[in-house]
C-alpha cells in the first residue's frame, strides 16, 4: 500500500471518483491552473479538462450557488472553499438554499455536492485563515457535516460524501496536511458518514475528539498508558453531523468517564452537543462530570498567542487525569 | 546614482501645476518607505521571525501614495489584505507596524491582527481585512456617516480586482450613488486575483464602464505614475467634498512578487513581469523630480538613509518589545456586565 499525506489521498479520491464518474465536476478558486492552495485538486485539470475543473473568480456566494444548481440538475460537483473563514460569504447559499432544498421540494429535489475547504489551526495563520465553525453546519437540519483526521479516513470518507446525495461540507484539518503520511490501500475504500470510530480501546475512559485534535487526544492516550498505566478507549467522531451518539454511549456504558476534545470555540461547540446525547443515553452509568478541552469563546488569535489557544496534549493529559481521580 | 532600464523608458513629462516639490519629495520618500518596509519584512518571514501570511504589494505603492497624498485628516480609508502600503501612505508608523507583525504588544492590534488587519484608527484608517469584498461596505458607512454627521470628509475605498466579482462590490456601488456619499473607490487592479488573471474573470472587463452603469464618474489611470493617481483621485475627493456623491477610480498596476511569500507565482508570464518591473514607479519618480529640479542625488541618497534608519529602527523596536501572555488572548471580544450592568 502506498503511503500517503492527507493531501495526497483527498487528491487521489477525487482522481479515482472524477475517473468513475463523469458527472463529478471541480470547481473554485485556484483550484484548476494552480492546483489548488494546498494542491489538493493538482493534475485534475490535466487529466480531466477544464469542462469538469474550474477556476472561478472569488465568488464564493457564486461557487455555493453554482453547485447547488449543478446539483440538482444532474451533476455532483465538489466545490472548493479556499479557507473555511471564506464560506461565510456562501453562508445563505448554503444555510437557506443547500440545506433546504429536499426539505422544501419534499424530496423532489436534492443537492448531492460537497463543499471541501481547509480548517483548523496550527499553521500560525489568523482568522477567516485557522478557524473551526463546524457548529454552524452541524447546527443547520439538512446539511452533512464531515471532518476526517487521517491519510486514509479523509480517502474513504471524501469518496462516501461525493456518493451522497444530501449536501456535505467536508472540513479538512490542514494541520494534518502534510503533517504524517499513513498507508492508503490503492483500491476504493468508503467509511460511512454517520459512524464514529473507535481508534483505541480502552476500559477506564473515553476520550471523544476529531479531526486535527485526534493527534493530541492519542499522544494523550499513549502518555496516560505509559506513566499512569491506564488505558483509555479514544473515539474519531469523523461525523459531526448527524452525530453517531450510540458509539459514544456504548463506550461511556463502559468506562463511565469521559472527555471531550475540539479546538472550535467551547459554547455551543460539538462538545456541548455530544455531552448532551451521553446525558440523555448513558446518564444512570456516568461515574463522574464528563469533561471538556477546547478552544475558547474568542476569534482564533494570530500566531503569538496560537499555541496557548489550540487544546494541547498536556491540557488533554490534566483534564484526562481529573476526570479519572474524580471519586464514582 | 546609477541610471536604470526603467528611468529610461517612461517619459519624464512637465512638472504638475498643484503639486510642490516638498509634496513630491514626500510621495517618494513614502513609496520609497513601503517598498522596503515589504522587502525587510519578506527577509523576516523567510528568516522565521514572522509567522503567518506576508501578502505584499512591491510594485503598486503608487496607488496608495497617490491617492492618500489627496486626502487630508479626518478622512477615512479602508484597506485589505494586502495593505502594508494602504496604511503607510495614510501614515501608520512603521515600528508599529512591524510590532504587529512581530506579533508584540506594542503592535496596532496588540499582536492579535498581523499582516492583513492593521489599523490605526487615529489615522482614520477603519479596518483592512483578508475577505476581499470586506472592505466595500463598510467605506460606504463610514462615507454615508461622514455624510450624515455634516462633515466634509471623505473616505477612500482601497480593494483589488478580486473583490470586483463579488457580490460585495455590486451592493456597495449600487447604494454609494441611490445614497450620493462621499465616497471614493480605489480599485488596485495588479491583474492578477492570486493565481488567476484578471481578464478570465469577468466577461466585461472595462471597470469604469461597469461603475458608470451605477451613475458615477469612473475613469482608469496608470497606477504606475504616482502623480496621475493623485490628480485623478483630487478630482474625486473634491466632487466628494462638495457633495457630488461618489467616484471609482480603477488604477491598473501590477504585483511584481507572488500572492504571498512562498508563493511561486509559476502562473505569471516572465516577459509580462520584466515588463512591468521596467515601469517601477519609484525610480519613474525620481527620475521626473531630479529632471525637474525637485531633488538631487545627494538629497535621494539621504531619503534613502533616512528610510533604511527608520526601518532598522522599527525591526529593533518590534524585536525588543514585549511578547504578550497567553492571558491576552482572551481579551477583547465583548465587555461582560454584571448584575448592576457594570462593565467588569
Same mark, same amino acid.
Given at each position: /500500500?502506498?503511503?500517503?499525506?492527507?493531501?495526497?489521498?483527498?487528491?487521489?479520491?477525487?482522481?479515482?471518483?472524477?475517473?468513475?464518474?463523469?458527472?463529478?465536476?471541480?470547481?473554485?478558486?485556484?483550484?484548476?491552473?494552480?492546483?489548488?492552495?494546498?494542491?489538493?485538486?493538482?493534475?485534475?485539470?490535466?487529466?480531466?479538462?477544464?469542462?469538469?475543473?474550474?477556476?472561478?473568480?472569488?465568488?464564493?456566494?457564486?461557487?455555493?450557488?453554482?453547485?447547488?444548481?449543478?446539483?440538482?440538475?444532474?451533476?455532483?460537483?465538489? +466545490?472548493?472553499?479556499?479557507?473555511?473563514?471564506?464560506?461565510?460569504?456562501?453562508?445563505?447559499?448554503?444555510?437557506?438554499?443547500?440545506?433546504?432544498?429536499?426539505?422544501?421540494?419534499?424530496?423532489?429535489?436534492?443537492?448531492?455536492?460537497? =463543499?471541501?475547504?481547509?480548517?483548523?489551526?496550527?499553521?500560525?495563520?489568523?482568522?477567516?485563515?485557522?478557524?473551526?465553525?463546524?457548529? #454552524?453546519?452541524?447546527?443547520?437540519?439538512?446539511?452533512?457535516?464531515?471532518?476526517?483526521?487521517?491519510?486514509?479516513?479523509?480517502?474513504?470518507?471524501?469518496?462516501?460524501?461525493?456518493?451522497?446525495?444530501?449536501?456535505?461540507?467536508?472540513?479538512?484539518?490542514?494541520?494534518?496536511?502534510?503533517?504524517?503520511?499513513?498507508?492508503?490501500?490503492?483500491?476504493?475504500?468508503?467509511?460511512?458518514? !454517520?459512524?464514529?470510530?473507535?481508534?483505541?480501546?480502552?476500559?477506564?475512559?473515553?476520550?471523544?475528539?476529531?479531526?486535527?485534535?485526534?493527534?493530541?487526544?492519542?499522544?494523550?492516550?499513549?502518555?496516560?498508558?505509559?506513566?499512569?498505566?491506564?488505558?483509555?478507549?479514544?473515539?474519531?467522531?469523523?461525523?459531526?453531523?448527524?452525530?453517531?451518539?450510540?458509539?459514544?454511549?456504548?463506550?461511556?456504558?463502559?468506562?463511565?468517564?469521559?472527555?471531550?476534545?475540539?479546538?472550535?470555540?467551547?459554547?455551543?461547540?460539538?462538545?456541548?452537543?455530544?455531552?448532551?446525547?451521553?446525558?440523555?443515553?448513558?446518564?444512570?452509568?456516568?461515574?463522574?462530570?464528563?469533561?471538556? $478541552?477546547?478552544?475558547?469563546?474568542?476569534?482564533?488569535?494570530?500566531?503569538?498567542?496560537?499555541?496557548?489557544?489550540?487544546?494541547?496534549?498536556?491540557?488533554?493529559?490534566?483534564?484526562?487525569?481529573?476526570?479519572?481521580?474524580?471519586?464514582? | 546614482?546609477?541610471?536604470?532600464?526603467? &528611468?529610461?523608458?517612461?517619459? $519624464?513629462?512637465?512638472?504638475?501645476?498643484?503639486?510642490? !516639490?516638498?509634496? =513630491?519629495?514626500?510621495?517618494?520618500?513614502? /513609496?520609497?518607505?513601503?517598498?522596503?518596509?515589504?522587502?525587510?519584512?519578506?527577509?523576516?518571514?523567510?528568516?522565521?521571525?514572522?509567522?503567518?501570511?506576508?501578502?505584499?504589494?512591491?510594485?503598486?505603492?503608487?496607488?496608495?501614495?497617490?491617492?492618500?497624498?489627496?486626502?487630508?485628516?479626518?478622512?477615512?480609508?479602508?484597506?485589505?489584505?494586502?495593505?502594508?502600503?494602504?496604511?503607510?501612505?495614510?501614515? +501608520?508608523?512603521?515600528?508599529?507596524?512591524?510590532?504587529?507583525?512581530? !506579533?508584540?504588544?506594542?503592535?496596532? +492590534?496588540?499582536?492579535?491582527?498581523?499582516?492583513?488587519?492593521?489599523?490605526?484608527?487615529?489615522?482614520?484608517?477603519?479596518?483592512?481585512?483578508?475577505?476581499?469584498?470586506?472592505?466595500?461596505?463598510?467605506?460606504?458607512?463610514?462615507?454615508?456617516?461622514?455624510?450624515?454627521?455634516?462633515?466634509? *470628509?471623505?473616505?477612500?475605498?482601497?480593494?483589488?480586482?478580486?473583490?470586483?466579482?463579488?457580490?460585495?462590490?455590486?451592493?456597495? =456601488?449600487?447604494?454609494?450613488?441611490?445614497?450620493?456619499?462621499?465616497?471614493?473607490?480605489?480599485?488596485?487592479?495588479?491583474?492578477?486575483?492570486?493565481?488567476?488573471?484578471?481578464?478570465?474573470?469577468?466577461?466585461?472587463?472595462?471597470?469604469?464602464?461597469?461603475?458608470?452603469?451605477? *451613475?458615477?464618474?469612473?475613469?482608469?489611470?496608470?497606477?504606475?505614475?504616482?502623480?496621475?493617481?493623485?490628480?485623478?483621485?483630487?478630482?474625486? $475627493?473634491?466632487?466628494?467634498?462638495?457633495?457630488?456623491?461618489?467616484?471609482?477610480?480603477?488604477?491598473?498596476?501590477?504585483?511584481? =512578487?507572488?500572492? #504571498?511569500?512562498?508563493?511561486?507565482?509559476?502562473? /505569471?508570464?516572465?516577459?509580462?513581469?520584466?515588463?512591468?518591473?521596467?515601469?517601477?514607479?519609484?525610480?519613474?519618480?525620481?527620475?521626473?523630480?531630479?529632471?525637474?529640479?525637485?531633488?538631487?542625488?545627494?538629497?535621494?541618497?539621504?531619503?534613502?538613509?533616512?528610510? &533604511?534608519?527608520?526601518?532598522?529602527?522599527?525591526?529593533?523596536?518590534?524585536?525588543?518589545?514585549?511578547?504578550?501572555?497567553?492571558?491576552?488572548?482572551?481579551?477583547?471580544?465583548?465587555?461582560?456586565?454584571?448584575?448592576?450592568?457594570?462593565?467588569?
Amino acid at each position: /500500500m502506498p503511503k500517503m499525506t492527507m493531501v495526497d489521498a483527498l487528491n487521489t479520491a477525487l482522481h479515482q471518483e472524477m475517473e468513475q464518474d463523469d458527472s463529478v465536476i471541480v470547481l473554485g478558486e485556484d483550484v484548476a491552473v494552480d492546483g489548488g492552495v494546498f494542491r489538493v485538486t493538482e493534475g485534475l485539470l490535466d487529466a480531466f479538462g477544464e469542462q469538469r475543473v474550474i477556476d472561478t473568480p472569488l465568488a464564493e456566494a457564486g461557487i455555493v450557488g453554482t453547485s447547488i444548481g449543478m446539483a440538482i440538475y444532474g451533476l455532483r460537483p465538489v +466545490c472548493e472553499i479556499q479557507f473555511s473563514g471564506f464560506s461565510y460569504l456562501a453562508f445563505h447559499q448554503l444555510e437557506s438554499h443547500a440545506a433546504r432544498m429536499r426539505w422544501r421540494s419534499r424530496g423532489a429535489y436534492t443537492v448531492p455536492m460537497v =463543499l471541501r475547504t481547509p480548517y483548523s489551526g496550527g499553521v500560525r495563520a489568523l482568522e477567516h485563515h485557522s478557524e473551526s465553525r463546524e457548529a #454552524y453546519w452541524a447546527h443547520t437540519p439538512g446539511l452533512k457535516m464531515v471532518i476526517p483526521s487521517t491519510p486514509r479516513n479523509a480517502r474513504a470518507l471524501l469518496i462516501s460524501a461525493i456518493r451522497d446525495p444530501d449536501p456535505v461540507i467536508f472540513y479538512e484539518p490542514k494541520a494534518v496536511y502534510r503533517a504524517f503520511r499513513e498507508e492508503v490501500p490503492e483500491e476504493e475504500e468508503t467509511w460511512p458518514i !454517520g459512524k464514529a470510530q473507535v481508534v483505541r480501546e480502552g476500559e477506564q475512559l473515553t476520550m471523544i475528539s476529531y479531526g486535527a485534535m485526534m493527534r493530541p487526544t492519542l499522544e494523550a492516550a499513549d502518555k496516560l498508558a505509559q506513566e499512569d498505566g491506564v488505558e483509555v478507549e479514544v473515539i474519531d467522531v469523523l461525523t459531526i453531523a448527524p452525530l453517531d451518539h450510540e458509539t459514544f454511549s456504548e463506550s461511556a456504558k463502559k468506562t463511565g468517564r469521559v472527555l471531550i476534545v475540539h479546538e472550535a470555540p467551547r459554547s455551543f461547540g460539538p462538545g456541548a452537543e455530544i455531552v448532551a446525547r451521553l446525558v440523555e443515553n448513558s446518564f444512570w452509568y456516568l461515574e463522574a462530570p464528563i469533561r471538556r $478541552v477546547t478552544g475558547y469563546d474568542v476569534v482564533i488569535p494570530l500566531f503569538a498567542y496560537e499555541k496557548a489557544y489550540l487544546p494541547s496534549a498536556d491540557r488533554i493529559l490534566r483534564a484526562a487525569r481529573e476526570t479519572l481521580e474524580t471519586p464514582a | 546614482m546609477t541610471q536604470t532600464a526603467a &528611468e529610461r523608458e517612461e517619459p $519624464v513629462g512637465s512638472p504638475p501645476q498643484d503639486l510642490s !516639490g516638498e509634496q =513630491l519629495r514626500w510621495m517618494y520618500r513614502r /513609496m520609497l518607505l513601503i517598498r522596503e518596509f515589504e522587502n525587510t519584512a519578506q527577509i523576516r518571514f523567510e528568516a522565521g521571525e514572522i509567522a503567518g501570511f506576508l501578502h505584499l504589494s512591491q510594485g503598486q505603492e503608487a496607488v496608495p501614495v497617490g491617492t492618500c497624498a489627496a486626502l487630508r485628516e479626518g478622512d477615512t480609508i479602508t484597506s485589505t489584505h494586502r495593505g502594508h502600503g494602504d496604511v503607510i501612505a495614510k501614515g +501608520c508608523d512603521v515600528k508599529r507596524m512591524f510590532a504587529e507583525l512581530y !506579533g508584540r504588544t506594542t503592535g496596532y +492590534c496588540k499582536g492579535k491582527g498581523g499582516s492583513m488587519h492593521i489599523a490605526d484608527f487615529s489615522q482614520g484608517i477603519i479596518g483592512a481585512n483578508g475577505i476581499v469584498s470586506g472592505g466595500l461596505p463598510i467605506a460606504l458607512g463610514a462615507a454615508l456617516s461622514c455624510q450624515m454627521r455634516n462633515t466634509d *470628509h471623505v473616505t477612500v475605498c482601497f480593494f483589488g480586482d478580486g473583490a470586483t466579482a463579488e457580490g460585495g462590490f455590486h451592493e456597495a =456601488l449600487n447604494l454609494s450613488t441611490l445614497w450620493q456619499v462621499p465616497l471614493i473607490f480605489v480599485c488596485q487592479n495588479n491583474l492578477y486575483g492570486l493565481s488567476q488573471p484578471w481578464e478570465e474573470t469577468a466577461f466585461q472587463c472595462d471597470l469604469p464602464e461597469r461603475a458608470r452603469t451605477y *451613475h458615477m464618474p469612473a475613469e482608469c489611470v496608470d497606477g504606475m505614475d504616482v502623480i496621475t493617481v493623485y490628480g485623478a483621485v483630487a478630482r474625486a $475627493v473634491n466632487r466628494a467634498r462638495r457633495g457630488e456623491g461618489p467616484s471609482f477610480i480603477e488604477a491598473k498596476t501590477y504585483r511584481f =512578487l507572488g500572492h #504571498y511569500v512562498g508563493d511561486p507565482a509559476t502562473y /505569471m508570464d516572465q516577459e509580462e513581469r520584466e515588463g512591468w518591473r521596467k515601469r517601477d514607479p519609484i525610480p519613474r519618480l525620481g527620475r521626473q523630480l531630479r529632471e525637474w529640479g525637485y531633488l538631487t542625488d545627494e538629497e535621494a541618497a539621504q531619503i534613502r538613509a533616512e528610510v &533604511e534608519e527608520e526601518l532598522q529602527a522599527g525591526i529593533e523596536f518590534a524585536k525588543s518589545s514585549p511578547k504578550p501572555p497567553a492571558a491576552d488572548a482572551l481579551s477583547d471580544v465583548y465587555v461582560h456586565f454584571d448584575h448592576h450592568g457594570e462593565p467588569r
